[in-house]
């Protein structure tokens, strides 16, 4: 009789167990959407012509994301500069066309002091270079460090395997403006010499939304 009585305890104990994990795995799979799938941080880009909003991929591009939003923390952006614009109508040597605009901190003495971080193609991160995309500017891949820029309509020739650049890895994507467009493509309107903006359009700040 004890023994039945042992073995009747047990069972109970052990299902009671079973029953208690089978709850708490359910929550995790009920909660872990709400808690798991963060939205997407966003950074307001505040210029004298305007602000633009730009959602920005961590999860997608950890490191080149995660370089942006440490210099935004920093305040790197305070007083940068949208410097140069490219539109159909002012690159007649190049054989592949794009439509960009291109801000920073512009300054050879400033970039020096910054450290690069590695390139992360959009064979890796999958974020195309499509209408109003924010990537990073670069010389060799492996070289960017706070220059990027915002497409002006879709620019495939800036992904992985594109003609743009000869080495064939193009640029690193990392966020999407969502927001402000127009300002964008005002800037690009502006008159230029050689690309390069006759009179420079101050970035106020770059800040995280809350």
């Known amino acids: 009789m004890n023994q039945i009585l042992i073995w009747y305890w047990m069972t109970l104990y052990r299902n009671i167990n079973l029953h208690r994990s089978l709850i708490f795995l359910l929550v995790a799979m009920v909660a872990c959407p709400v808690s798991c799938d963060r939205p997407a941080p966003m950074v307001l880009i505040r210029t004298d012509l305007g602000d633009m909003t730009v959602e920005i991929y961590p999860d997608r591009a950890p490191v080149t994301a995660g370089n942006f939003l440490a210099h935004v923390e920093r305040g790197t952006y305070t007083n940068s500069v949208f410097y140069r614009v490219v539109r159909l109508d002012n690159q007649p040597d190049s054989p592949v066309k794009i439509e ?68 064939g890895q193009g640029f690193a994507a990392f966020g999407k403006v969502v927001r402000g467009m127009d300002v964008a493509r005002a800037i690009q309107a502006l008159p230029d010499e050689g690309q390069y903006l006759k009179e420079q359009v101050r970035i106020r700040e770059i800040s995280l939304l809350p």
């Open 100 to 167: 960009v605009i291109q801000g920073g901190l512009f300054s050879d003495e400033l970039l020096d002091t910054i450290a690069p971080i590695i390139h992360e193609s959009t064979r890796q991160t999958g974020i195309l270079h499509t209408d109003g995309v924010i990537s990073m500017a670069r010389n060799q891949p492996g070289s960017a460090s706070t220059e990027f820029f915002i497409c002006i309509g879709d620019q495939p020739s800036l992904d992985f395997g594109g003609l743009r650049n000869p080495d």
